[in-house]
Structures are given as C-alpha cells and as structure tokens.
C-alpha cells in the first residue's frame, strides 16, 4: 500500500475525502501522466507499478509528448490491467469518470519538433 512518502505528485482530485487533505491525495480514478523522453521508462515501469496498489485506481492515461498518442490502461478483475491506444482521428475514453473527447482536443496546441 502506498503512503504519503511514496507520493509523486498530483494536480487535480474530485474525491470528497481527498478535498479535505492538504498533504496527498489517497482516491484517485484516474492518473493521468505525460510522458518525457527522459520519465517514460519510470513512468511505465516502477510508478505504473506504485499506481497499481491503489485500490481506488480505474485507469492510468498515459500521453505521448512526442507524437498523437495516448495510451488508457484499465483495472479489469484481480490484478489484471487492459490496454488500449489511442491516435489521431479517435475519440479518448476515461469510462471511470464518464469522459470522451476527441484526442486533437488533447493536442490542441502542441506542435511537434520535426525530426531529421
């Protein structure tokens, strides 16, 4: 289980027991992280592992900052995990919250370096 010196940092929670707690949030849905060159392999490895042990984590969006890409991973039954991946032209799903959007909303006003 995780504790408030395994924490690694959150910005938004709508979870009533988490809005009365200045110092972490302990119910998160839904984690969304975006992916640097240099934080992908412990963003999908050893936090993605931490994560894991929330009993209250739906799912784990993960967002590609170098390209259209944002990969949803879902909780299924015993520790089980469902990937699914989303590019240009699909809509993005976060079904713990009832949420859709086009992923270009997501994009809206990154531009992407051109690589050589």
Not at 60 to 82: A, F, H, P
């Amino acid at each position: 289980m995780l504790n408030n010196t395994d924490a690694t940092g959150c910005d938004i929670t709508c979870h009533p027991d988490d809005l009365k707690s200045r110092d972490f949030i302990q119910h998160p849905k839904v984690i969304v992280e975006v992916l640097s060159p240099s934080t992908t392999s412990y963003d999908r490895g050893d936090k993605f592992k931490y994560y894991r042990q929330i009993p209250s984590l739906q799912e784990y969006v993960l967002v590609d900052s170098e390209s259209t890409l944002v990969e949803i991973y879902r909780r299924r039954e015993g520790k089980m995990w469902l990937c699914n991946y989303y590019e240009a032209g699909e809509a993005i799903a976060l079904e713990s919250i009832e949420f859709q959007c086009p992923i270009e909303l997501l994009y809206e006003r990154v531009t992407f370096e051109v690589r050589s």
